[in-house]
């Protein structure tokens, strides 16, 4: 389970980015090794926002020329400096997670307030979590509190859902489950993911509240059918622990291996047990023997040669049904929307 203060996540930007899906990228000047005709289409572009958006989401995506993170940054910089707060935002996001330039925090707070300043609801969220976590800002989880209230009283889901997180673990406001629940409910009805995802798992595995497996699956696969990737490894495992669950055939394995290509390792590891003992085996076991299962698996025959000895427990961080926050491995960053949904990760 991520640590409660690390919340940010993607946002809706105007342009498209794959930020899981970036491989290695060239450290170069934005206009090194570039084409002539790369070079003569960049000159003619430079000082028009539209075409510094268009060309910016392009080398993002590697729509239509090769992808390049640095001259995508480039391009971003140059629509940010004309004051577009969607740029702005998106530029801030690089700078927090080093993408196509300079890891900087300070930057990327900078960024984040200039969009905030104009109006941008995305940058207002990430500055909010960085006064909660302190890290660039003066550490302030009430101020950061109160600029979630302020979102999410604009009817803004991401903020609904973060508001839900901070009641639930008395983050800048006392400890309250049920205003928690609420704003968790009033995010599953503005259709987000996020929050589809907290009324699952309400639903499933946090204790103190009532458990109805029906509804948590209800929630579960309206988020999972998002591309919400902490939702398909709690799909999956919801389904496997309770076969009785209205489910096609194969569904539970459908959504953890694509929870697992989505960049869940908990997924990667049911699947690897499932893989070895099956789904009877599987039943009831708890999530640290789940993760010593798997230790197992991987090992082979070291592992197996014990004198019957049960595999150690070398990890409180294991594969079990899906807790709030969110997982470190699928948090997101508001910075940018993506062309493929199922992509919603992050390496903050």
Same mark, same amino acid.
């Given at each position: 389970?991520?640590?409660?203060?690390?919340?940010?996540?993607?946002?809706?930007?105007?342009?498209?980015?794959?930020?899981?899906?970036?491989?290695?990228?060239?450290?170069?000047?934005?206009?090194?090794?570039?084409?002539?005709?790369?070079?003569?289409?960049?000159?003619?572009?430079?000082?028009?926002?539209?075409?510094?958006?268009?060309?910016?989401?392009?080398?993002?995506?590697?729509?239509?020329?090769?992808?390049?993170?640095? #001259?995508?940054?480039?391009?971003?910089?140059?629509?940010?400096?004309?004051? @577009?707060?969607?740029?702005?935002?998106?530029? $801030?996001?690089? @700078?927090?997670? $080093?993408?196509?330039?300079?890891?900087?925090?300070?930057?990327?707070?900078?960024?984040?307030?200039?969009?905030?300043?104009?109006?941008?609801?995305?940058?207002?969220?990430?500055?909010?979590?960085?006064?909660?976590?302190?890290?660039?800002?003066?550490?302030?989880?009430?101020?950061?509190?109160?600029?979630?209230?302020?979102?999410?009283?604009?009817?803004?889901?991401?903020?609904?859902? !973060?508001?839900?997180?901070? !009641?639930?673990? $008395?983050?800048?406001?006392?400890?309250?489950?049920?205003?928690?629940?609420?704003?968790?409910?009033?995010?599953?009805?503005?259709?987000?993911?996020?929050?589809?995802?907290?009324?699952?798992?309400?639903?499933?595995?946090?204790?103190?509240?009532?458990?109805?497996?029906?509804?948590?699956?209800? !929630?579960?696969?309206?988020?999972?059918?998002?591309? @919400?990737?902490?939702?398909?490894?709690?799909?999956?495992?919801?389904?496997?622990?309770?076969?009785?669950?209205?489910?096609?055939?194969?569904?539970?394995?459908?959504?953890?291996?694509?929870?697992?290509?989505?960049?869940? @390792?908990?997924?990667?590891?049911?699947?690897?047990?499932?893989?070895?003992?099956?789904?009877?085996?599987?039943? $009831?076991?708890?999530?640290?023997?789940?993760?010593?299962?798997?230790?197992?698996?991987?090992?082979?025959?070291?592992?197996?040669? #014990?004198?019957?000895?049960?595999?150690?427990?070398?990890?409180?961080?294991?594969?079990?049904?899906?807790?709030?926050?969110?997982?470190?491995?699928? #948090?997101?960053?508001?910075?940018?929307?993506?062309?493929?949904?199922?992509?919603?990760?992050? !390496?903050?």
């Amino acid at each position: 389970m991520t640590s409660k203060t690390h919340f940010l996540c993607m946002s809706i930007g105007t342009l498209t980015m794959l930020s899981c899906l970036i491989p290695q990228f060239t450290q170069s000047q934005p206009n090194a090794l570039l084409s002539d005709i790369d070079a003569a289409k960049e000159k003619t572009i430079e000082g028009h926002l539209q075409q510094e958006l268009q060309l910016a989401g392009d080398y993002m995506t590697g729509r239509g020329v090769a992808r390049d993170i640095t #001259r995508s940054a480039y391009w971003y910089h140059k629509a940010a400096d004309q004051g @577009y707060p969607g740029a702005q935002v998106q530029l $801030g996001y690089f @700078y927090l997670t $080093g993408l196509g330039v300079e890891r900087n925090e300070v930057e990327a707070a900078k960024w984040f307030e200039r969009a905030a300043a104009s109006g941008s609801k995305e940058g207002k969220l990430n500055l909010a979590v960085l006064y909660i976590r302190g890290s660039v800002v003066p550490r302030d989880p009430h101020l950061g509190f109160v600029m979630l209230q302020e979102l999410a009283d604009k009817q803004f889901p991401c903020a609904e859902d !973060y508001l839900g997180i901070s !009641y639930l673990f $008395g983050i800048g406001v006392a400890k309250d489950p049920v205003k928690a629940e609420k704003w968790f409910e009033r995010a599953a009805s503005h259709h987000s993911p996020e929050g589809e995802y907290a009324m699952g798992s309400l639903y499933s595995t946090i204790s103190g509240h009532e458990h109805d497996f029906v509804k948590a699956a209800e !929630y579960l696969r309206r988020s999972a059918n998002s591309g @919400y990737v902490n939702s398909m490894h709690s799909l999956g495992l919801l389904l496997v622990n309770h076969p009785e669950l209205d489910q096609q055939a194969g569904e539970a394995r459908h959504w953890l291996e694509s929870g697992a290509e989505g960049g869940s @390792y908990r997924s990667s590891v049911v699947l690897g047990v499932l893989a070895r003992d099956g789904r009877r085996r599987l039943l $009831g076991r708890s999530a640290p023997r789940l993760r010593a299962d798997l230790d197992v698996c991987l090992q082979g025959e070291r592992g197996r040669h #014990r004198k019957g000895r049960p595999a150690p427990r070398r990890s409180r961080e294991v594969p079990g049904p899906a807790r709030l926050p969110r997982d470190p491995d699928v #948090r997101r960053v508001h910075g940018s929307a993506r062309v493929d949904r199922c992509s919603r990760r992050s !390496y903050l």
